[in-house]
């Protein structure tokens, strides 16, 4: 071997150095069964508390110390992404009462769909899920939480759907929700939801597709603004006593066009 071929044979290594470097960054991050077991602690500790019946007669294969994503034995009505861990919980009409875990933003980090409808659950919203940043559906319609929308919640900036229907909460539509730019589907009826509609809505939640607040204690008219929202197509607000005053001129002309489901 030749001296030149020393003095290559550095800067050659450096470059295979490098590409390693940008390969280990590039190659997708695989969870541990640890953080998996982690993740489903969270879920074991909100079970039992609920009430639920885990084990063999119920929930099959939720046992403490087991991993939920084990893809040989999943736990029942959970899903999980490889590179994330837990990120699906459907407990859908599972005898589910208690109060909702304040926790969860941080036990289980990437959740991104979350259904508890039709269960007995109780409580206020907590502001701490907050941290669940990455959640896109939430559906708790048709259990007993009361209490605010959590202003906090305008952090949710993935979550697309909405959907808390039958339920006992009040309080005002938070005006910091207007960051929700990603939401096309906004379910709140039959509550107790006061107050107007949030003119800023109009312009920053250009996604909005479905607003649904019939029987509710909403107040005021539609506002004028919300016009802009482009993408909506449904428009429930009947059953609000407050609501008064004549219709905007793009409500009926989006009606009578077929566009928007308006009542």
Known sequence: MTSTDYKILPAFASRIACIVCMLSIALPYSISAQDNIAQGQALLNAAQAWKLT??????????????????????EGVACESNLGVTHVSLYDSGAQGPLPA???????????????QNSITSTLPPDWSALTGLVELNMEFNRIEGALPEQWSKLQAINTLVLDHNLLNGTLPSSWSALTSLQTLSLEVNAVRGPLPEMYGAALQALSIFRAAANQLTGNIPARWGLMQ??????????????????GWVTAAATAGDLKVN
């Open 231 to 248: 993408a909506l197509s449904e428009l429930l607000v009947t059953d609000n006593r407050g609501m008064c005053g004549v219709l905007p």
């Open 103 to 117: 926790n969860w933003g941080v036990g289980l980090p990437h959740l991104k769909v979350l259904d508890l409808s």
């Open 54 to 75: 885990l084990g063999d007669r119920g929930l099959a294969n939720w046992v403490t110390g087991t991993d939920p994503c084990n893809r040989a034995a999943p736990w």
